[in-house]
């Protein structure tokens, strides 16, 4: 098997190499199905530390225990809270980024205890990602260096910030502090064995205020009213045209303002969430939800009485998710849709929104994986995972990263 | 001076005969101007009682319990909180009604103590309405039954849900619970000694709630987003053309709807307020307002992806003030008006939403006035009374009373 230099892109990647890989990957796979019910309590452990964007230190400190105990090198905690550790390579290379990000959807006051019966696990954050952090580990454990080395380092990091308002902080913030160009990058991202995410969706999120004066409905009536302009630029937002190709969203998520039914308040905002993988649609969607706010507040302000203030509006972007994609022709994405095969799975290449986002938007070939076995309710207090084939997914994860980095 | 039938409305009654009233019921304004001090300690200790709408219980009883002390007849509370006592008349005639509401627009933990500098009362509610309820406790004791006698009956009622969402709850049961019809009614609210109520403003209010799947802004885009449709209802009604005269109003003055910047929401809404002196043009924008909270939730429907539902969507009527008016040649209105210029002051004719609403819709002539004094803030936690000619604004108030029960 030839080296893949992943950022040349056009490095030809025979597909017997990875049928081949595989085979000699034997006793690393041997070893992770052994290692089954201790990844699967390593994901119990792992889940039950309570990780909100923003609050994952407690979460990211059990990891980095972990990348001690394993031996990785140059473990430490970065400027935002990320986790880093380092598998040395036989060679002095660009490192191959394998990362999992720490953050759960789940507020500080949730229950993440986690009810487990046989392969059952139920917890909320049990597959996104408590199942990709303790893959991660599973291949850190798995790549040890002596019995297996790759040619490249390989750069394990729990990163913060992934989910939602987190906006990618983590990953943002690592690829943007690399001391090397990494060579490619995988992420760890839920449960799955067959999909694997090589375009990024982006998203841009804004949130939008009007501001008047205010006053009694009956006795100020007059006054600019921040509602209608908020009303009218949902209206205009949801009326806008979007390519269907590539498949484009804007949806108006959230509207609020207010205080009492007599009174013309003085501030109302929405929260829009505009979502493609295509930077240029992204562009040409932002310019129109400007103009669509611009016109809101304008049709409100034109009726007002006379001697009364325009409305004012600021509009703030509340998240922006780069896009792009890593070709589909890309040794890596060959490497994983064979992987895949190997272990009796059909390769699904889809589009989301991930860590990987940022590597892609970098440049950088990226893909986000499933760390095996099955789940659902992710997002929801009844999330949960079953342990089907679990380490034949993680044996998936390890040769694609094996071959990615040797 | 001539009995006045304030029901037949077109009796005709000389001014002559109110300033020979005024001058008849020196001795009751001279006892009134001794009174003012009292009428001031009871107006702090009515205002340092909470009486959010909805809560006025604690109140009533200490009006209650004043309506005892003071002699009145048959005193009790309805079955919706109101305080009733009757000053019975010389003759078995219909009653007057004077009445104050209890309620306020604080809610139960607002700090509602006073502090008094002189003339000067600071606290929430201190104007509207203890100065009104203490204002009828003053014309209570001056009308007497023995120094102070009227033909009539006077029926003193302090009603509960006057403000906002009590919707005018106490005046609409009592008017529809009363054995005889009232002569007519007087409703004392807040300060002033010039302004005279005369035209009832109606108001319908309305909470607009759209309905949909809900779902994930990504993988569930395409399901309709009833922020969407809240939002173009907010912008239909907004634009909706409404008359000059009588002036009418519209506004939406609430909106919601949403969980998170990356999911469509499962329903959003809207609060609505219509007011207007006319009942012709209440009714018509009614119709209108349906029909645009119908359009908008076609408008976001039609737009939705192949096998999903389209939005409901309900119209809950929360607010239901009825309109009318008193002729400004009525009477009750040309008493009101002689007996603010003996006091020195020019009458102003207004239109505004009191409990006087409720027997102008009925048909009984009916206006809303002043306790007397100045105030300002109303309805915000800096409310503050001043007792400018207090005494005089109750003199005037007496007089219309007693001229009306004469």
Chains 1, 2 share one sequence.
């Not at 720490?102 to 392969?119: M, N, W, Y």
């Amino acid at each position: 098997m030839r080296t893949l230099d992943a950022r040349a892109g056009a490095a030809s990647l025979g597909l017997d190499d990875v049928q081949d890989l595989w085979k000699r990957l034997a006793a690393a796979r041997t070893a992770i199905a052994a290692d089954d019910d201790a990844v699967l309590r390593e994901q119990v452990a792992l889940s039950a530390i309570a990780a909100p964007t923003g609050s994952e230190s407690a979460r990211g400190a059990h990891v980095a225990s972990r990348f001690h105990a394993l031996g990785l090198r140059d473990v430490h905690v970065d400027a935002v809270g990320n986790v880093l550790g380092v598998r040395r390579g036989a060679e002095d290379e660009p490192p191959v980024v394998v990362c999992a990000h720490l953050d759960t959807v789940f507020p500080e006051e949730a229950d993440v205890s986690v009810r487990r019966s046989g392969a059952r696990l139920d917890g909320p954050g049990i597959v996104d990602n408590a199942r990709g952090l303790a893959g991660m580990l599973a291949l850190a454990r798995a790549i040890d260096g002596e019995a297996l080395r790759t040619r490249r380092p390989v750069l394990f990091v729990a990163t913060v910030g992934e989910e939602g308002g987190g906006d990618l902080r983590g990953a943002k913030h690592l690829f943007a502090n690399l001391e090397r160009t990494p060579a490619c990058c995988i992420a760890l991202d839920g449960a799955g064995d067959d999909r694997i995410v090589y375009r990024a969706l982006g998203a841009r999120r804004f949130r939008i205020t009007y501001r008047g004066a205010g006053g009694h409905s009956w006795a100020s009536y007059g006054v600019p009213n921040p509602i209608h302009a908020a009303g009218a630029a949902a209206a205009r937002l949801a009326s806008l045209p979007l390519p269907r190709h590539p498949r484009t969203t804007l949806s108006v998520c959230r509207i609020g303002g207010g205080i009492s039914v007599n009174a013309i308040p003085e501030d109302a905002w929405l929260e829009v969430d505009l979502r493609s993988s295509s930077g240029e649609v992204l562009a040409g969607c932002v310019a129109d939800i400007r103009a669509a706010v611009h016109s809101a507040a304008r049709e409100e302000s034109v009726r007002r009485a006379p001697g009364t203030e325009p409305l004012s509006y600021d509009i703030a972007m509340i998240g922006d998710r780069p896009c792009g994609a890593t070709s589909d022709h890309h040794p890596l994405v060959r490497i994983a849709s064979e992987a895949t095969r190997l272990i009796g799975r059909s390769p699904e290449l889809v589009t989301a929104s991930t860590d990987a986002n940022v590597p892609i938007s970098l440049g950088i070939p990226a893909i986000a994986i499933g760390a095996g076995g099955r789940g659902g309710g992710v997002h929801t207090p009844g999330e949960w995972y079953e342990n089907v084939d679990g380490s034949l997914g993680l044996a998936r994860a390890l040769t694609i990263v094996v071959a990615a980095a040797k």
